[in-house]
């Protein structure tokens, strides 16, 4: 899988003859986990977000006047800060992982012809991560005393069972001006990190899934 995300990212990058527009973007992002367990409904969680850099390259495909395909490789993070209480005990678990990201968006764009004035944009569309690295921290407290804590890096096979691969829908909005523009996006992720199942349809508690906020600066050329 790692070889053949490796040569989706370079057949993208040695194929932007092809494209109408390349740009490059950087910014940041607000990342969250959703988790439920057997024992714990998402309801019973409280989320914190994690900052996390955002940079990226973008590459756009002109389909007519207002409609562009924009395939992006991008390095982020995914992550976040979750603390439930069980019986007493408090469990606080805090995750950041690496991603290398590739999102194929079907791009609205209204105005800003050519580069040229202010310009809106709406877009939609998958993405598919591959994780590179990731760690996480485990505490967990009764009436403020600490009786479990954890620290360690993610292996992404059977010693954490946290899959590797992970997928969503996104949806942003924006505007331009100029060559320059401004995106705003939600990340949306389906995959359950968790799921032990062979054909991983997220059927299995628990549950682990990713999302997020992003908002990026980036030059078209």
């Known amino acids: 899988m790692k070889k053949f995300l490796f040569s989706i990212a370079l057949g993208v990058v040695c194929t932007t003859a092809t494209w109408a527009q390349v740009g490059i973007k950087a910014g940041a992002a607000f990342a ?13 969680i409280e989320n914190r977000s994690i900052v996390a850099p ?34 007493g005990t408090e469990t606080k678990n805090t995750y950041r992982i ?7 968006l079907a791009k609205l764009q209204f105005g800003n012809a050519d580069q040229e004035g202010l310009g809106f944009h709406i877009a939609a569309g998958p993405w598919v991560g591959y994780a590179l690295s990731g760690k996480y921290t485990s505490k ?7 009786i479990f804590e954890v620290e360690d890096n993610f292996t992404f096979d059977d010693e954490d069972d946290t899959r590797r691969l992970n997928y969503g829908m996104l949806g942003s909005a924006g505007i331009s001006i100029g060559n320059v523009v401004l995106d705003l996006r939600y ?5 359950n990190l968790l799921d032990k199942d062979a ?3 997220n059927d299995n508690k628990p549950v682990r899934q990713t999302r997020g906020v992003a908002l990026t600066l980036g030059v078209n050329f």
């Open 32 to 44: 969250t986990i959703s988790e439920e367990n057997e024992n714990v409904s998402r309801d019973d």
């Open 54 to 87: 955002v940079v990226g390259l973008t590459f756009g495909m002109n389909l007519g006047d207002i409609l562009t395909i924009q395939p992006e490789l991008i390095y982020t993070q995914n992550g976040g800060s979750n603390t439930y209480t069980v019986l």
């Open 199 to 201: 054909d991983n349809t």
């Open 98 to 104: 690496h991603y290398l990201e590739l999102p194929v």
């Open 140 to 146: 967990s407290t009764v009436d403020g005393s600490t």
């Open 187 to 191: 990340n949306y992720g389906f995959n």
